[in-house]
């Protein structure tokens, strides 16, 4: 294998030429559907609970009550904490500076805080040629960072991609905070959900269609595992090729007989 094809941590193999995990893998790692359903009940369960009472308290506990529940279903169901913890703490910490400011309204300056400092971060990103699209998804497609040195066209994708998600986030921002500063909690309430999960299927949908049309990635393995090139050749061939092999071939033979055809005649030497 050349010297031009190694990544630091892993070797790079040719480019897969299977795209639909993408669709997949962006929503696995922005929390999946389950993780925004997640972050956007709380906020819609505040705003509908200080709409009806004036209650600064009861609306914040009761938020936060139901995010403890959704993460209590998540750990009865075994599913993944990582987004429920979050939550809890995030909606904790909302209510607390709600009740100790007095304003109903500072319950949604964390997470809106929290969006500006994403937008900026994506857009430094994607300036900087280090998209954090392209750094979430690498790992996850098995290609790690190739796609910055051995494949221009995915940097390119995952610039473009990085930048849809800095348009959401303008956006929210662009609308979110004048509602704040009017003091209009009922509406910045139903802002914030509905600029929630239905954006944030749109961005989806853009970075998927986005990528789609990028070239597929080159993925990477560990160069302790990995074969010689004859080697990895041959054995590709015989597993391409499963009705080239005897019944009571195994595993072990193959790679015994690997070793052993690649291995040089000392008669010859």
Known sequence: MSSGSKHAGGSARKPGT????????????????????????????????????????????????????????????????????????????????????????????????????????????????????????????GENMTWRTQNPGRLAAYTKATWVWVALFALRAAILFPLYWAG??????????GLGVPPWLVAIYLSWLILSKAPPPIKVVAEDEEPADGEQDSARDRLDHPDRLEQDTDLSGLADEALLRYQPDPERG
């Open 184 to 193: 209009n909690v009922t509406w910045l309430g139903v802002a914030k959900i």
């Open 18 to 141: 299977d795209k639909p995990e993408v669709d997949t893998s962006l929503i696995d790692a922005f929390g999946g559907v389950r993780g925004m359903v997640d972050m956007t009940v709380p906020g819609f369960v505040f705003v509908v609970v200080f709409t009806i009472t004036k209650d600064l308290r009861v609306s914040s506990f009761s938020a936060f009550g139901v995010t403890l529940l959704l993460a209590l279903v998540r750990l009865v169901r075994r599913e993944t904490l990582k987004h429920a913890f979050g939550g809890v703490l995030g909606v904790g910490i909302s209510a607390y500076i709600a009740m100790k400011s007095g304003k109903a309204q500072d319950f949604y300056l964390p997470s809106m805080i929290y969006g500006l400092v994403l937008g900026v971060a994506y857009a430094v990103s994607a300036v900087a040629r280090w998209p954090l699209i392209g750094v979430f998804l690498g790992p996850i497609l």
